[in-house]
Nanobody, 120 residues
Framework: VQLQASGGGLVQTGGSLRLSCAAS????????MGWYRQDPGKQRELVATVTRGASTKYRDSVKGRFTISRDNAKNTVYLQMNNLKPEDTAVYYC???????????????WGQGTQVTVSS
Protein backbone atom coordinates (compact mmCIF):
# COMPACT_ATOMS: atom_id res chain seq x y z
CA VAL A 1 0.00 0.00 0.00
CA GLN A 2 1.27 3.49 -0.79
CA LEU A 3 0.02 7.06 -0.94
CA GLN A 4 1.06 9.41 -3.74
CA ALA A 5 0.52 13.12 -3.17
CA SER A 6 0.58 15.83 -5.80
CA GLY A 7 -0.51 19.42 -6.44
CA GLY A 8 1.84 21.56 -4.38
CA GLY A 9 3.62 24.60 -5.73
CA LEU A 10 4.33 28.30 -5.43
CA VAL A 11 1.42 30.73 -5.25
CA GLN A 12 0.91 34.35 -4.26
CA THR A 13 -1.06 35.44 -1.20
CA GLY A 14 -4.76 35.04 -1.90
CA GLY A 15 -4.19 32.34 -4.49
CA SER A 16 -5.46 28.76 -4.61
CA LEU A 17 -4.03 25.27 -4.88
CA ARG A 18 -5.57 21.81 -4.93
CA LEU A 19 -3.72 18.88 -3.43
CA SER A 20 -4.52 15.29 -4.32
CA CYS A 21 -3.44 12.03 -2.71
CA ALA A 22 -4.20 8.63 -4.20
CA ALA A 23 -3.87 5.35 -2.34
CA SER A 24 -2.89 2.23 -4.24
CA UNK A 25 -2.03 -1.38 -3.52
CA UNK A 26 -3.83 -4.25 -1.82
CA UNK A 27 -6.56 -2.19 -0.20
CA UNK A 28 -9.66 -3.61 1.38
CA UNK A 29 -11.03 -0.45 2.91
CA UNK A 30 -9.90 3.10 3.79
CA UNK A 31 -11.14 4.64 7.01
CA UNK A 32 -10.19 8.24 7.91
CA MET A 33 -8.09 10.29 5.49
CA GLY A 34 -6.42 13.58 6.19
CA TRP A 35 -3.84 16.24 5.49
CA TYR A 36 -1.08 17.41 7.81
CA ARG A 37 1.62 20.02 7.34
CA GLN A 38 5.06 20.65 8.75
CA ASP A 39 7.42 23.60 8.78
CA PRO A 40 11.15 22.94 9.26
CA GLY A 41 11.92 22.78 12.96
CA LYS A 42 8.27 22.48 13.94
CA GLN A 43 5.98 19.59 14.75
CA ARG A 44 3.68 18.17 12.14
CA GLU A 45 0.17 19.60 12.60
CA LEU A 46 -3.25 18.43 11.56
CA VAL A 47 -4.88 20.47 8.80
CA ALA A 48 -8.07 18.56 8.04
CA THR A 49 -9.58 15.10 8.18
CA VAL A 50 -12.49 13.36 6.47
CA THR A 51 -14.16 10.11 7.51
CA ARG A 52 -15.33 7.42 5.16
CA GLY A 53 -18.80 8.88 5.59
CA ALA A 54 -17.55 12.36 4.59
CA SER A 55 -17.60 13.99 8.03
CA THR A 56 -14.90 16.65 8.17
CA LYS A 57 -12.78 18.47 10.74
CA TYR A 58 -10.43 21.43 10.27
CA ARG A 59 -7.87 23.28 12.30
CA ASP A 60 -9.20 26.71 13.21
CA SER A 61 -6.74 28.67 11.08
CA VAL A 62 -7.93 27.08 7.81
CA LYS A 63 -11.69 26.99 8.43
CA GLY A 64 -13.57 28.77 5.66
CA ARG A 65 -10.53 28.67 3.35
CA PHE A 66 -9.69 24.97 2.94
CA THR A 67 -12.02 22.15 1.93
CA ILE A 68 -11.19 18.47 2.30
CA SER A 69 -13.03 15.86 0.25
CA ARG A 70 -12.58 12.28 -0.88
CA ASP A 71 -13.58 9.96 -3.69
CA ASN A 72 -13.95 6.49 -2.21
CA ALA A 73 -14.17 4.87 -5.65
CA LYS A 74 -10.76 6.32 -6.56
CA ASN A 75 -9.20 5.91 -3.07
CA THR A 76 -8.27 9.59 -3.27
CA VAL A 77 -8.41 12.53 -0.88
CA TYR A 78 -8.28 16.17 -1.94
CA LEU A 79 -7.52 19.46 -0.23
CA GLN A 80 -8.79 22.58 -1.94
CA MET A 81 -6.93 25.56 -0.51
CA ASN A 82 -8.27 29.05 -1.22
CA ASN A 83 -7.20 32.49 -0.02
CA LEU A 84 -3.77 31.16 0.84
CA LYS A 85 -1.59 33.05 3.30
CA PRO A 86 2.19 33.04 3.84
CA GLU A 87 1.66 31.17 7.13
CA ASP A 88 0.21 28.27 5.13
CA THR A 89 3.68 27.64 3.71
CA ALA A 90 4.79 24.11 4.66
CA VAL A 91 5.28 20.60 3.39
CA TYR A 92 1.86 18.97 3.24
CA TYR A 93 1.49 15.25 3.95
CA CYS A 94 -1.52 13.07 3.31
CA UNK A 95 -2.47 10.34 5.73
CA UNK A 96 -4.89 7.44 5.54
CA UNK A 97 -5.96 4.63 7.85
CA UNK A 98 -6.05 1.64 5.54
CA UNK A 99 -7.20 -1.93 6.03
CA UNK A 100 -5.24 -4.05 3.60
CA UNK A 101 -6.48 -7.26 2.05
CA UNK A 102 -4.15 -9.15 4.39
CA UNK A 103 -5.26 -7.63 7.68
CA UNK A 104 -8.31 -7.14 9.86
CA UNK A 105 -7.00 -3.85 11.28
CA UNK A 106 -6.28 -0.40 9.90
CA UNK A 107 -2.71 0.85 9.59
CA UNK A 108 -1.74 4.50 9.19
CA UNK A 109 0.05 5.31 5.93
CA TRP A 110 1.72 8.56 4.89
CA GLY A 111 2.33 10.16 1.53
CA GLN A 112 5.71 11.55 0.55
CA GLY A 113 4.87 15.21 1.16
CA THR A 114 4.35 18.06 -1.27
CA GLN A 115 5.71 21.59 -0.81
CA VAL A 116 3.30 24.52 -0.67
CA THR A 117 4.87 27.96 -0.72
CA VAL A 118 2.82 31.14 -0.44
CA SER A 119 4.65 34.35 -1.28
CA SER A 120 3.67 37.68 0.26
Amino acid sequence: VQLQASGGGLVQTGGSLRLSCAASGSISRIEDMGWYRQDPGKQRELVATVTRGASTKYRDSVKGRFTISRDNAKNTVYLQMNNLKPEDTAVYYCNADIVSRFSYYATAYWGQGTQVTVSS
